[in-house]
């Protein structure tokens, strides 16, 4: 079945960097585009990153672009999320996600705190 596990997440100090990655299974990840999401406490989930199938395209959040950069290893079948110059409003719980064959599946998430 389609599974997709993300880390690296944790505390940061604003200003600091993390990079989560997803590690997918249970499906042709090389032929899908992928996403990250998150949601922070009280607020709806939001787009924040897209990356296409070949990795040829991707768009980010108004809020994200310039810090964070999306990427993906089809060999190894991982997500990436570089986050750099984080800030307090970037605290949430990021998710991995995908559309395979017009199923939505998700991540359990993985939490990033930008604290100091």
């Known amino acids: 079945q389609v599974q997709l596990v993300e880390s690296g997440g944790g505390l940061v100090q604003p200003g600091g960097s993390l990079r989560l990655s997803c590690a997918a299974s249970?499906?042709?990840?090389?032929?899908?585009?992928m996403r990250w999401y998150r949601q922070a406490t009280g607020k709806e989930r939001e787009l924040v990153a897209h990356i296409s199938s070949a990795a040829d395209s991707t768009n980010y959040a108004d809020s994200v672009k310039g810090r964070f950069t999306i990427s993906r290893d089809n060999v190894k079948k991982t997500l990436y999320l570089q986050m750099n110059s984080l800030k307090p409003e970037d605290t949430a719980v990021y998710y991995c996600n995908t559309g395979v064959y017009g199923t939505d599946y998700w991540g359990k998430g993985t939490l990033v705190t930008v604290s100091s």
């Open positions: 249970g499906f042709p990840f090389m032929w899908f585009a």
